[in-house]
């Protein structure tokens, strides 16, 4: 009981530190909201603005952000009848942070959108419209804000001309100057080498009146953002030499807006057919009903409603195929320590607990400071690298070849990966914690996604809570084991048979690191497989070296060990190239009927008036593919799909994904899975993580009018 008291104490001093992390300054971004005409007619539609104003240094993004960010979005709240139309975005600025390129505002920036009146609104009282406005603003951190805005604006008679404001003319008239016009000349883009070249026809240019010329994708992954863009002149026009993000699938048409600077005046144009821009986010047209939509859950959820949430998704994560084997081994090095005392058992429980909550913790610390600086992260994105799925492959190999008597530790090696792991002391209890939480950030058990997006989305300290209530769940029943005298107990005694238990349990290890190859397969091209498949057959050449070297005196065995550590230097060798060999998206994502997942296209699909359903996935999250085969793959939940006429996207985060961040955010999740149903313009209903053929047929057969209800 005092073990169990003193981590409840942890986390309540966890919690209690909250009150110490500084609020989020109130003067970083200054927002309102403007009308351009001082009345409104029933039935017309005016122009209205938000208004930012950022405080020096600081940022906010364009709707493509570039390398990281999120743009503005307004949550309306509007009387019924109302409408409010797509944001048109003026020309944003090239942004550098460190190594990354992003797009956006600094100093002020208004955001102009058409409102479309009731027609049955009376003269003579006002026409309240507002909302919540969300943002990331960013200097070298970025920090989430929100403003409450609201506006009221006197209604006129029926019939007649709303007049301007003069008071915000001049602001609406600057707006109107910043919005990038369609070019009246024709544009081209051609492919040189393994680059792009955007050519405008314009030969009324000199090179000696163009300078600074910018061109913003509207797509957020079809250009490497950060690399430069080489401006030429000549007599048939401007070209500027791009740089795409994979040669290999370099569009043909490469919408998006241009921009340079001609005798000193900024001009822009747009380039290209602009996507259909996602209408103004959650219109509230009409109260909510009582069975809206839930909320997302940074809305409903408390710190201790998504700590007790964490702390049985941990629990639940230890029946997972990633967890499972590590625990097994763990267990059976605890049956060695059935005949020692009581408390050195329950320190190998505790030992074990730390290693989990410590790598739990340094995992969410690291990914809150990669989020605070812009980055688009969620959980699980330390397997998005191909260098640590390759690592975590030769570790788990390593391992399961000493389960097999490939090799045995020895004491030259005790800080190696699966030395560390099967030591009898309590370092091997430790770093078993700490390999158990690597191996189970692919899994999502139910209850996780909702007490993850939380907590990415509170302060520090009470962030660091739920991960740690996450960590305690996934070392609980090892350490209730340790606790528990009975258990103890009822082990049964050591012998011949845990040698024959111990090889049978390297091969569920072989079979993860198969299934990593597998994923390290979708992340990389042929060359990359190969390098990382040769790391593999490297790791068990040092491994065999290493242990032939305990049969050897003098400078043979000096000899076989310089020749597995040099092994092992190859292999740091081949994973350093893995990164620069990253492959496209696989044809498997699009089978099914399926679809790629873009931000565009679910925008038009649900302008078309379909329904929509998304799943989010990736090669890695065990989740998702247990999904997929039991559930998606079904044929009657295919024959449902097309029976109901159902559009079937689906995004892949095996790589990172700006858009599916994006969308994973929105909805309060920091990780896949993540499986979604729009219909028409309605809001998504969000499906549990864990699915089952009868949950994805009751949604999907359900008539549009129950859906809402």
């Given at each position: 009981m005092r073990i169990l008291t003193t981590l409840v104490l942890l986390l309540a001093g966890l919690t209690g530190a909250q009150a110490l992390v500084p609020k989020q300054p109130k003067d970083l971004v200054r927002a309102r909201l403007v009308a351009e005409t001082a009345t409104v007619a029933p039935g017309s539609t005016v122009t209205v603005g938000i208004h930012m104003a950022m405080k020096p240094g600081w940022h906010v993004y364009w709707r493509n952000p570039g390398d990281s960010g999120l743009p503005p979005e307004?949550?309306?709240?509007?009387?019924?009848?109302?409408?409010?139309?797509?944001?048109?975005?003026?020309?944003?600025?090239?942004?550098?942070?460190?190594t990354l390129m992003n797009y956006g505002y600094e100093g002020e920036v208004t955001l102009l959108l058409p409102l479309s009146v009731p027609q049955n609104i009376p003269a003579g009282q006002p026409l309240h419209v507002g909302g919540k406005l969300s943002y990331l603003v960013c200097e070298e951190i970025c920090i989430p804000g929100s403003s409450d805005l609201?506006?009221?604006?006197?209604?006129?008679?029926?019939?007649?001309?709303?007049?301007?404001?003069?008071?915000?003319?001049?602001?609406?008239?600057?707006?109107?100057?910043?919005?990038?016009?369609?070019?009246?000349?024709?544009?081209?883009?051609?492919?040189?080498?393994?680059?792009?070249?955007?050519?405008l026809d314009h030969a009324g240019l000199t090179a000696g009146s163009v300078a600074e010329a910018a061109f913003f994708p509207y797509g957020e992954t079809v250009l490497d953002n950060a690399?430069?863009?080489?401006?030429?002149?000549?007599?048939?026009?401007?070209?500027?030499?791009?740089?795409?993000?994979?040669?290999?699938?370099?569009?043909?048409?490469?919408?998006?807006?241009?921009?340079?600077?001609?005798n000193g005046t900024r001009r822009a144009f747009v380039i290209g057919v602009a996507p259909a821009a996602a209408p103004a986010a959650t219109v509230m047209a009409e109260p909510a009903p009582a069975s809206a939509p839930v909320p997302a859950p940074e809305e409903t959820l408390t710190l201790w409603s998504a700590a007790g949430f964490a702390l049985l998704g941990g629990l639940v994560l230890n029946l997972m195929p990633c967890v499972f084997p590590v625990l097994s081994i763990k267990v059976l090095s605890l049956v060695k320590q059935a005949g020692q005392s009581r408390a050195r058992v329950r320190i190998h429980g505790l030992a074990y607990t730390a290693g989990v909550l410590a790598s739990f913790l340094a995992l969410a610390g690291l990914l809150m400071a990669l989020k605070s600086g812009g980055a688009t992260l969620g959980w699980g994105f330390q397997l998005q690298s191909p260098i640590v799925v390759a690592l975590l492959a030769y570790g788990l190999l390593a391992m399961g070849l000493s389960l097999s008597g490939v090799w045995h530790l020895g004491g030259g090696v005790a800080g190696i990966g699966d030395g560390l792991t099967r030591r009898s002391g309590y370092q091997g209890s430790f770093f078993t914690g700490v390999l158990a939480t690597l191996v189970a950030t692919p899994c999502t058990a139910p209850f996780m996604g909702a007490a993850v997006g939380f907590a990415l989305t509170q302060p520090p300290a009470a962030g660091l809570t739920v991960f740690a209530s996450l960590g305690l769940g996934l070392a609980l029943p090892f350490l209730l084991l340790t606790v528990w005298p009975g258990a103890l107990r009822l082990m049964p005694r050591p012998g011949a048979w845990m040698d024959t238990l111990k090889g049978v349990l390297a091969f569920p290890v072989y079979a993860t690191v198969a299934w990593l190859v597998w994923v390290l397969a979708q992340q990389v091209g042929p060359n990359g497989l190969l390098a990382g498949l040769a790391g593999l057959v490297l790791v068990g050449f040092a491994a065999w070296a290493w242990e032939r070297a305990r049969f050897f005196d003098g400078w043979s065995g000096g000899l076989a060990r310089v020749t597995a550590l040099a092994a092992l230097l190859a292999v740091a060798g081949l994973v350093t190239v893995l990164d620069g060999e990253r492959a496209t998206a696989g044809p498997s994502l699009t089978t099914g009927g399926f679809e790629l997942f873009t931000q565009a296209r679910l925008d038009g699909l649900r302008d078309d008036g379909r329904t929509v359903f998304v799943d989010m996935t990736a090669a890695w999250c065990i989740t998702c593919q247990i999904n997929e085969r039991t559930t998606l793959s079904r044929d009657a939940v295919r024959r449902a799909f097309h029976a109901n006429d159902v559009a079937l996207l689906r995004g892949d985060w095996t790589n990172q994904n700006p858009e599916i961040t994006a969308l994973l955010e929105r909805y309060g999740r920091s990780g896949v899975p993540l499986y979604l149903v729009y219909r028409g313009k309605a809001e998504a209903v969000v499906l549990p993580q864990i699915l089952t053929e009868g949950i994805v047929l009751a949604e999907i057969e359900k008539r549009p009018g129950l859906a809402q209800r």
């Open positions: 307004m949550a309306w709240e509007l009387p019924p009848g109302a409408r409010v139309g797509a944001i048109d975005w003026p020309v944003p600025e090239r942004l550098p942070v460190q609201a506006l009221d604006i006197p209604v006129a008679a029926p019939g007649t001309t709303p007049l301007p404001d003069p008071a915000q003319a001049a602001l609406f008239a600057q707006a109107r100057a910043a919005l990038p016009i369609p070019s009246p000349w024709p544009s081209r883009l051609t492919r040189e080498g393994n680059g792009l070249v955007l050519h690399a430069a863009q080489t401006l030429t002149v000549d007599d048939t026009g401007l070209h500027l030499a791009l740089k795409p993000s994979d040669p290999a699938t370099a569009p043909s048409e490469l919408p998006g807006v241009l921009a340079f600077s001609e």
